[in-house]
């Protein structure tokens, strides 16, 4: 084993304290050390946004950090989005209903790039969440039912939040 | 794809830094990592050591004195992008901002790093050039300012030393009012600019142009600044087709070829991308948008 | 749909709620005790002797198990080279992949040796330290400078660099041409490029001794392929080794192939004695996963004053790469396809498949079919122009009318079968899509854009696509004791909703509820032969065998119940997981209990005489294809001065004959139109001309993201084909077959103030440009 590094992490809202190698990336980390396995790796360069996950809210491309990086910080992947068992997320209800996704592979980041940019944004254009899911790409959907969950995630959202 | 080995580094100070920088052989070091961790994982870097920047205390910062916006190295694009000073003050930056790369890319990506890194495609540099930025640097001795036109020293190679950090940017502002716009080309949205065109203009109740600046990024190892056309549009209007005529000159400039595009049809955008620069930098000078 | 309880409705997704909640299993996914990982050393060139290969430091060094060539290979071979050729008369040469490189590497990226280690990370330290010395030898990079007298041999032991040689055709096409008023001739550059399904390659591999059983986990497309090669290469018997194909992310054509890496992974887990795993990375799917590449077409259509076709003939160049790793049909259907849809009364093409040293190339989503397309809808945009006929007009006079229909066209396909356009209206299909761009308005549009100084444009293109290829797929319905009714079926899932649709076919004959239908595919185990996912084929084939199996299953219930209820089948229906007697619920039985009552009780007899078992296993067997059709029309606007390409309205019209889930179907369309758009303004897979792959990443190579994409209208017809019990055509790759044409023809259209002419895709904006200020000083 190369130099390692001991970190600790909350994921999920679950504490950890691991030993890693430091040149381990952070979504070989999640996979393969947490047993995390949601989170995907399409390019490992950066461009596919599929290891996208949250860095204390804010979404960032897993591949792209170093899991030591991730020493004393937040993260929540595709597994934490759903407040329960039994409950999934506003926005992944909607993926389900407006066809979303097909493989399933992008879906990943595509949650975590939209659970953020919903927050940020909470009554986008078609155009803006276009924008906003730019750096995550889809070969199996052509992104229309991804654009119409995100829109329709965003009305549930701002419906639960007025009522 | 991954990192090959390395030995990683943590410091907190930037002494701490400018000390390793010193001391170890073949070290890398690692601000935003959207640069640096794609070139590990494809392994075209093999440093021995990777000097993480992001615990270094004091480095993310941005701040407006007197005509002079200071921008810490490890400032987040991010927090570029969300800032009310940059919007007021720099709002070429702003512009620009929003066309660089994406929102994931932007949460780490810092201004240090891309200004370190210099990739000719890349927008920051070219805003830096065009408003005549001063980059400071950090070594063994002290810190120095280097203006930006003397930053770019090659092809991704900046005027820091071996034992120097990038610690911070000095921009001075324009005046209230001025016009800018940050134009480019680019395949996609937040792709990379083939070429780009960054314009400033201050221009005088007759609707006459009393300043200007003109940057063309993409082209070559630095953003180059189009000084003779600068000088020709002092006491020019907004006339587009005159505007035209001056921006011909852009097929001149030197322009690399690659998989993205060859010299000539980047040298065609520049003479495209500065007219649609100046034109919508004039039209927000003179408030029509 | 009325009456029907679930069949044909938008219901959820069966696969959604794992994959949203992360609790899919891709095959990385997959970790198994004791695992290890490989890495592949690879050609750094595109043409090489290899006169030695050092594996002792890389083997030494901490953390590898392994580092294996062809040679350490040999003795547990069979057979050293994958034959996986679709059968032809076609081929001039024979040229199958090593397990791993046998003395010449053909294509950067051909493995040489495979490393087995503790991690990937190590693996790949070691693969840089695998020491190959490399002859290098003059590497062939283009297919037509391949044909050329005094070209280098892309294998240094071939006669030439001709795979295959083949001609089609029917009517005297040379007298025709002779005679014929309007002569029109056009040189096409076509290309198309990778799969770059987001999830690349991988396989998961371990040895049960016990059992004597090899498992392969593979993101395949076939699994029964993938078993049928094994068994063949490593010498195995039926029983000794089982593929599984976990979730798959995305397959589009590329993941049919079996490749190198599959077979030493196998004999990698089986000689360590220890599961090994191997995933493919974005860069390795560039140079290795097999890929579309470059045609080129020399074509002449013959037309009347009228503009009526009299006859197509030509000639094409088809990029075959460095090996077979499927057979011509990639180039067969090219030239098949061209006259599809309209009536040509004679037709010629010949083509030739050179071998290159570039990555083997076999079909990608659309397989050949936006290239034939391609071809007719640029002749006909150019026969119209010349003759001074509307683009939509040229069309009507040579669209088969639906009358016509089942019409025979001249041409066979590669079994030899008559290719019969079995049910759909192609004119009307025309009409809608001319009506949502409303192309009737267009020329005013024009004008007024133009008087703006902006430049746009309208395109149309129509397709019709043989799907549904046979020859079956085998479904089997099984209730067991339980009352779960299991769907089991060679079909591959890939993302496009197999399960779903299998279940919404069951469940629907057997008790309307969907949760309680289970269904296994993609597992050689559970069903004894399958063909697997392509061309458009699973619903066809797999969804009537499904649709058979489920009647023949209910039938049987019924007719068990029947007798167990003292009622009369006619009487009775099956709801969710009972069957009770109409307008008498409290009068049931189980599913459960009926599947129990023919499973057998020692020394008793069957009731009613009946076979043992609630099951039944069909292949619905088909010999022809089913044809969907559909009109792409499409508007955009160009900015001459960068070369932009920016949509203002893309419109499908589409007929997939009977839609088992219009929200499925819907995003079928939608994904394949991206990727038709990304292959006409964006996916360029480039090589130097040492053959050297310069498209490497996703930056280097573009893939259209959300804000490229226009919002797609759609629109349906539904012509149910004769040719199976659902009526239903395939769709999966319909998007991407009109999306270059009619996106080229609108560029043009856009571009004719300067009377630019466009002869090939993709189109990148320099090109644009460039044709703009050719145009420009031709004129002066």
């Given at each position: 084993?190369?130099?390692?590094?001991?970190?600790?992490?909350?994921?999920?809202?679950?504490?950890?304290?691991?030993?890693?190698?430091?040149?381990?990336?952070?979504?070989?980390?999640?996979?393969?050390?947490?047993?995390?396995?949601?989170?995907?790796?399409?390019?490992?360069?950066?461009?596919?946004?599929?290891?996208?996950?949250?860095?204390?809210?804010?979404?960032?491309?897993?591949?792209?950090?170093?899991?030591?990086?991730?020493?004393?910080?937040?993260?929540?992947?595709?597994?934490?989005?759903?407040?329960?068992?039994?409950?999934?997320?506003?926005?992944?209800?909607?993926f389900r209903d407006n066809h979303g996704l097909q493989c399933g592979f992008?879906?990943?980041?595509?949650?975590?790039?939209?659970?953020?940019?919903?927050?940020?944004?909470?009554?986008?254009?078609?155009?803006?969440?276009?924008?906003?899911?730019?750096?995550?790409?889809c070969r199996c959907t052509g992104y229309q039912g991804i654009?119409a969950?995100?829109?329709?995630?965003?009305?549930?959202?701002?419906?639960?939040?007025?009522? | 794809?991954?990192?090959?080995?390395?030995?990683?580094?943590?410091?907190?100070?930037?002494?701490?830094?400018?000390?390793?920088?010193?001391?170890?052989?073949?070290?890398?070091?690692?601000?935003?990592?959207?640069?640096?961790?794609?070139?590990?994982?494809?392994?075209?870097?093999?440093?021995?050591?990777?000097?993480?920047?992001?615990?270094?205390?004091?480095?993310?910062?941005?701040?407006?004195?007197?005509?002079?916006?200071?921008?810490?190295?490890?400032?987040?694009?991010?927090?570029?992008?969300?800032?009310?000073?940059?919007?007021?003050?720099?709002?070429?930056?702003?512009?620009?901002?929003?066309?660089?790369?994406?929102?994931?890319?932007?949460?780490?990506?810092?201004?240090?790093?891309?200004?370190?890194?210099?990739?000719?495609?890349?927008?920051?540099?070219?805003?830096?050039?065009?408003?005549?930025?001063?980059?400071?640097?950090?070594?063994?001795?002290?810190?120095?300012?280097?203006?930006?036109?003397?930053?770019?020293?090659?092809?991704?190679?900046?005027?820091?030393?071996?034992?120097?950090?990038?610690?911070?940017?000095?921009?001075?502002?324009?005046?209230?009012?001025?016009?800018?716009?940050?134009?480019?080309?680019?395949?996609?949205?937040?792709?990379?600019?083939?070429?780009?065109?960054?314009?400033?203009?201050?221009?005088?109740?007759?609707?006459?142009?009393?300043?200007?600046?003109?940057?063309?990024?993409?082209?070559?190892?630095?953003?180059?600044?189009?000084?003779?056309?600068?000088?020709?549009?002092?006491?020019?209007?907004?006339?587009?087709?005159?505007?035209?005529?001056?921006?011909?000159?852009?097929?001149?400039?030197?322009?690399?070829?690659?998989?993205?595009?060859?010299?000539?049809?980047?040298?065609?955008?520049?003479?495209?991308?500065?007219?649609?620069?100046?034109?919508?930098?004039?039209?927000?000078?003179?408030?029509?948008? | 749909m009325s009456g029907w309880k679930v069949f044909g409705s938008r219901v959820k997704r069966l696969e959604d709620p794992a994959l949203?909640?992360?609790?899919?299993?891709?095959?990385?996914?997959?970790?198994?005790?004791?695992?290890?990982?490989?890495?592949?050393?690879?050609?750094?060139?595109?043409?090489?002797?290899?006169?030695?290969?050092?594996?002792?430091?890389?083997?030494?060094?901490?953390?590898?198990?392994?580092?294996?060539?062809?040679?350490?290979?040999?003795?547990?071979?069979?057979?050293?080279?994958?034959?996986?050729?679709l059968?032809?008369?076609?081929?001039?040469?024979?040229?199958?992949?090593?397990?791993?490189?046998?003395?010449?590497?053909?294509?950067?990226?051909?493995?040489?040796?495979?490393?087995?280690?503790?991690?990937?990370?190590?693996?790949?330290?070691?693969?840089?330290?695998?020491?190959?010395?490399?002859?290098?030898?003059?590497?062939?990079?283009?297919?037509?400078?391949?044909?050329?007298?005094?070209?280098?041999?892309?294998?240094?032991?071939?006669?030439?660099?001709?795979?295959?040689?083949?001609?089609?055709?029917?009517?005297?096409?040379?007298?025709?041409?002779?005679?014929?008023?309007?002569?029109?001739?056009?040189?096409?550059?076509?290309?198309?490029?990778?799969s770059?399904s987001?999830?690349?390659?991988?396989?998961?591999?371990?040895?049960?001794?016990?059992?004597?059983?090899?498992?392969?986990?593979?993101?395949t497309q076939a699994a029964h392929t993938?078993?049928?090669?094994?068994?063949?290469?490593?010498?195995?018997?039926?029983?000794?080794?089982?593929?599984?194909i976990?979730d798959v992310g995305g397959g589009f054509g590329p993941k049919l192939v079996?490749?190198?890496?599959?077979?030493?992974?196998?004999?990698?887990?089986?000689?360590?004695?220890?599961?090994?795993?191997?995933?493919?990375?974005?860069?390795?799917?560039?140079?290795?996963?097999?890929?579309?590449?470059?045609?080129?077409?020399?074509?002449?259509?013959?037309?009347?004053?009228?503009?009526?076709?009299?006859?197509?003939?030509?000639?094409?160049?088809?990029?075959?790469?460095?090996?077979?790793?499927r057979g011509?049909n990639l180039?067969f259907n090219s030239?098949l396809i061209v006259s599809l849809p309209y009536d040509?009364?004679?037709?010629?093409?010949?083509?030739?498949?050179?071998?290159?040293?570039?990555?083997?190339?076999t079909p990608v989503r659309g397989a050949g079919h936006p290239q034939g397309i391609?071809?007719m809808?640029?002749?006909?945009?150019?026969?119209?122009?010349?003759?001074?006929?509307?683009?939509?007009?040229?069309?009507?006079?040579?669209l088969i009318p639906t009358e016509q229909l089942p019409f025979t066209k001249?041409l066979k396909t590669r079994g030899d079968a008559p290719i019969v356009l079995d049910s759909g209206d192609y004119l009307a299909c025309m009409e809608d899509a001319?009506?949502r761009?409303?192309?009737?308005?267009?020329?005013?549009?024009?004008?007024?854009?133009?008087?703006?100084?902006?430049?746009?444009?309208?395109?149309i293109a129509n397709y019709v696509k043989g799907t549904g290829r046979g020859p079956f797929e085998t479904v089997t319905v099984r209730i067991?004791?339980?009352?779960k009714i299991m769907v089991y079926s060679g079909a591959a899932a890939m993302g496009q909703s197999t399960h779903t649709m299998l279940t919404q076919i069951v469940a629907e004959y057997l008790g309307g509820d969907m949760s309680n239908v289970e269904v296994v595919t993609g597992d050689s185990?559970v069903v004894p032969m399958g063909i697997g996912g392509s061309a458009s084929r699973q619903t066809v084939t797999a969804g009537s065998s499904a649709l058979l199996a489920a009647q023949e299953v209910r039938d049987k219930a019924l007719?068990?119940?029947?007798?167990?209820?003292?009622?009369?089948?006619?009487?009775?229906e099956i709801e969710g997981?009972?069957?009770?007697?109409?307008?008498?619920?409290?009068?049931?039985?189980?599913l459960?209990?009926?599947?129990?009552?023919?499973?057998?009780?020692?020394?008793?007899?069957?009731?009613?005489?009946?076979?043992?078992?609630m099951e039944a296993t069909k292949n619905f067997m088909i010999d022809d294809l089913t044809f969907v059709n559909g009109t792409a029309a499409?508007?955009?606007?160009?900015?001459?001065?960068?070369?932009?390409?920016?949509?203002?309205?893309y419109v499908i019209v589409h007929d997939c004959g009977t839609v088992v889930n219009p929200m499925i179907v819907d995003g079928q369309v939608i994904g394949g139109t991206a990727h038709g758009i990304?292959n006409?303004?964006?996916?360029?897979?480039?090589?130097?001309?040492?053959?050297?792959?310069?498209?490497?990443?996703?930056?280097?190579?573009?893939?259209?993201?959300?804000?490229?994409?226009?919002?797609i209208e759609l629109g349906h017809m539904e012509s149910p084909t004769p040719l199976n019990p659902l009526g239903v055509k395939g769709v999966g790759e319909c998007g991407v077959v009109p999306a270059p044409a009619a996106?080229?023809?609108?560029?043009?259209?856009?571009?004719?103030?300067?009377?630019?002419?466009?002869?090939?895709?993709?189109?990148?904006?320099?090109?644009?440009?460039?044709?703009?200020?050719?145009?420009?000083?031709?004129?002066?």
């Open positions: 084993m190369g130099e390692t590094k001991k970190i600790s992490l909350s994921v999920n809202g679950k504490s950890y304290e691991e030993e890693v190698e430091v040149r381990f990336h952070l979504a070989d980390f999640l996979r393969q050390q947490l047993g995390l396995t949601g989170t995907h790796l399409g390019c490992e360069h950066g461009v596919c946004g599929a290891c996208t996950i949250l860095l204390n809210g804010r979404s960032v491309r897993s591949c792209l950090l170093l899991a030591v990086q991730a020493d004393g910080q937040e993260i929540t992947t595709i597994e934490g989005i759903a407040p329960s068992e039994d409950e999934m997320h506003p926005l992944q209800e909607a992008c879906t990943p980041g595509m949650l975590t790039t939209l659970i953020e940019f919903l927050g940020d944004n909470p009554d986008p254009t078609e155009r803006e969440v276009r924008e906003a899911i730019s750096g995550n790409l654009v969950a995100a829109l329709d995630a965003a009305q549930r959202l701002r419906e639960a939040k007025g009522a | 794809m991954k990192p090959p080995p390395f030995s990683y580094h943590d410091p907190s100070s930037v002494g701490e830094v400018i000390s390793l920088l010193g001391n170890l052989e073949n070290p890398k070091l690692l601000a935003g990592g959207q640069s640096l961790m794609p070139m590990l994982n494809m392994r075209y870097v093999l440093p021995d050591h990777v000097i993480d920047l992001n615990k270094v205390d004091g480095l993310s910062y941005i701040n407006e004195n007197g005509g002079t916006i200071s921008i810490g190295g490890m400032t987040r694009q991010r927090d570029l992008e969300d800032s009310d000073v940059i919007k007021a003050k720099c709002p070429l930056m702003h512009d620009a901002l929003l066309q660089v790369g994406h929102r994931q890319t932007r949460n780490r990506g810092t201004i240090g790093g891309s200004l370190s890194h210099l990739d000719p495609a890349a927008e920051l540099p070219a805003v830096c050039a065009a408003h005549d930025a001063v980059i400071v640097v950090q070594g063994p001795n002290g810190e120095r300012d280097i203006p930006f036109a003397e930053f770019p020293i090659a092809y991704m190679t900046p005027a820091t030393e071996m034992d120097e950090l990038l610690t911070g940017i000095k921009i001075p502002t324009w005046a209230e009012g001025h016009g800018y716009a940050f134009v480019e080309f680019a395949r996609r949205h937040g792709d990379f600019a083939i070429t780009s065109a960054a314009a400033l203009l201050e221009v005088g109740e007759d609707g006459a142009i009393t300043r200007a600046s003109l940057t063309i990024g993409g082209v070559g190892a630095a953003p180059v600044r189009m000084s003779d056309i600068e000088q020709a549009l002092i006491g020019q209007s907004g006339d587009e087709e005159k505007l035209r005529e001056l921006c011909e000159a852009g097929r001149e400039i030197d322009a690399l070829g690659d998989v993205y595009a060859s010299s000539e049809y980047r040298q065609h955008l520049a003479t495209v991308m500065s007219r649609r620069a100046l034109v919508k930098a004039y039209d927000r000078a003179t408030g029509k948008a | 949203l909640t992360g609790q899919g299993r891709f095959v990385d996914d997959i970790i198994l005790p004791e695992m290890l990982h490989a890495a592949f050393v690879r050609s750094p060139h595109g043409h090489a002797k290899i006169t030695e290969i050092d594996v002792e430091q890389a083997r030494s060094m901490d953390g590898v198990h392994a580092v294996y060539t062809l040679n350490d290979f040999r003795p547990h071979l069979a057979n050293e080279r994958l034959v996986v050729g059968p032809s008369p076609a081929y001039k040469q024979e040229l199958d992949r090593p397990t791993l490189a046998d003395g010449e590497v053909v294509y950067v990226g051909e493995p040489v040796a495979i490393v087995v280690a503790d991690t990937r990370y190590i693996a790949e330290d070691a693969a840089a330290i695998v020491i190959v010395d490399y002859d290098i030898l003059p590497a062939v990079a283009d297919c037509r400078a391949a044909l050329e007298d005094g070209s280098p041999l892309a294998h240094s032991t071939s006669p030439h660099n001709i795979l295959a040689q083949f001609d089609m055709g029917y009517g005297e096409v040379d007298a025709v041409f002779e005679s014929a008023p309007h002569v029109y001739s056009e040189s096409m550059w076509q290309h198309r490029g990778g770059h987001i999830e690349c390659r991988g396989a998961v591999s371990f040895y049960d001794p016990t059992e004597d059983l090899l498992t392969l986990y593979s993101a993938a078993k049928n090669v094994l068994i063949d290469m490593l010498g195995l018997n039926e029983n000794q080794i089982r593929v599984i976990p079996f490749y190198q890496e599959d077979v030493s992974v196998v004999l990698a887990a089986k000689l360590l004695g220890r599961p090994v795993k191997w995933t493919e990375d974005r860069r390795e799917h560039f140079i290795s996963t097999t890929q579309e590449r470059d045609q080129f077409w020399e074509v002449e259509i013959a037309v009347d004053d009228d503009g009526k076709i009299l006859g197509i003939r030509g000639s094409m160049i088809h990029d075959h790469g460095a090996y077979t790793a011509i180039a030239a040509v009364p004679c037709y010629y093409m010949d083509v030739v498949l050179a071998v290159t040293n570039k990555v083997p190339v391609f071809v809808e640029r002749l006909l945009d150019r026969a119209a122009r010349e003759l001074g006929i509307d683009r939509p007009e040229i069309r009507r006079r040579n001249g001319l009506g761009v409303d192309f009737d308005g267009f020329p005013a549009r024009q004008k007024k854009a133009l008087e703006e100084g902006r430049y746009i444009g309208v395109g067991g004791p339980s009352g185990s007719k068990i119940a029947a007798h167990m209820l003292e009622a009369s089948e006619e009487d009775l997981s009972e069957i009770r007697v109409k307008g008498v619920p409290d009068l049931k039985v189980g459960g209990q009926v599947a129990h009552a023919v499973a057998g009780t020692p020394g008793y007899a069957l009731p009613g005489g009946i076979e043992p078992g499409v508007e955009v606007e160009v900015d001459p001065e960068t070369g932009k390409v920016s949509f203002v309205k990304g006409a303004l964006f996916e360029w897979m480039g090589y130097d001309e040492s053959a050297q792959p310069i498209t490497t990443n996703f930056a280097e190579y573009l893939l259209v993201s959300a804000p490229e994409m226009p919002h996106i080229i023809s609108a560029v043009e259209n856009a571009l004719s103030p300067f009377g630019v002419h466009i002869d090939q895709v993709p189109l990148r904006p320099p090109e644009i440009v460039e044709k703009i200020q050719r145009a420009k000083a031709l004129a002066s």
